[in-house]
């Protein structure tokens, strides 16, 4: 089956600079990517999604890249603020049926 | 306000009781998911359901059981099978289209079971 692989698990970057988390998946019929964002307490919040007809997409401050040779998909924070610590999982499904999630990036966003 | 609602939110079990957990959506979405959250190890899928009065396993489905009675309403039982209950369960749910893609999965607030 599906297994999606996440790194790193934590991460610390100053405010105003760039993160990247990376996720690489193992079942070359996946073609759907989401991310969500997990604040403490909550349930996870989707973010940003891809499908495998696209090579990257933008919404404001974060983008996400997919390489389906590579079978490697990527999040893409520029100019981090505070509010943007949590933890982000990836993750992969065919056609948006069952989500295979990565097992989570911890960001610390430093003021 | 539309969402879904996982109630309560702080749920204690001693050993050998079945518990249920509450999950709730006004979305109108056909299909519904559980899983379950353990520190460092992402979420994992135990029962989902497309439509109402069908529900499949995933992939930890052992010591649970769910029902799909109603289309808003898909509540999952923790019965005392399940050897290592201690965790944050979450809801989720989406449009779904059958022959087609599902819409993305939208989550609830949780509920952290612990074993007294």
């Known amino acids: 089956g599906e297994n999606v692989e996440q790194h790193p698990s934590t991460l610390s970057v100053q405010e105003g600079d760039s993160a990247v988390i990376k996720c690489t998946y193992s079942?070359?019929?996946?073609?759907?990517f989401p991310w969500y964002k997990q604040e403490l307490g909550k349930g996870p919040q989707l973010i940003i999604d891809?499908?495998?007809?696209?090579g990257e997409k933008k919404d404001q401050r974060i983008a996400v890249t997919l390489n389906k040779t590579a079978k490697h998909f990527s999040l893409h924070i520029t100019e981090t603020q505070p509010e943007d610590s949590a933890v982000y999982f990836c993750?992969?499904?065919?056609?948006?049926?069952?989500?295979?999630f990565g097992q989570g990036t911890e960001l610390s966003v430093k003021p | 306000d539309g969402g879904i609602t996982q109630s309560p939110k702080y749920l204690f079990r001693k050993e050998g009781q079945n518990v249920t957990l509450s999950c709730e959506q006004n979305?109108?979405?056909?299909?519904m998911y559980w899983y379950r959250q353990d520190p460092g190890q992402g979420l994992r899928l135990i029962y989902y359901s497309q439509i109402v009065n069908d529900f499949q396993k995933g992939d930890i489905a052992e010591g649970y059981s769910v029902s799909r009675e109603k289309k808003e309403s898909f509540p999952l039982t923790v019965t005392s099978a399940q050897k290592n209950p201690t965790a944050f369960y979450l809801c989720?749910?989406?449009?779904?289209?059958?022959?087609?893609?599902?819409?993305?999965?939208?989550f609830g607030d949780g509920t952290r079971l612990s074993i007294l």
């Open positions: 993750a992969a499904s065919i056609d948006r049926g069952k989500l295979i």
């Open positions: 989720a749910s989406s449009i779904s289209s059958r022959g087609s893609s599902n819409g993305p999965q939208h």
């Open positions: 891809i499908r495998s007809n696209v």
């Open positions: 079942d070359s019929a996946s073609n759907y």
């Open positions: 979305l109108n979405h056909d299909a």
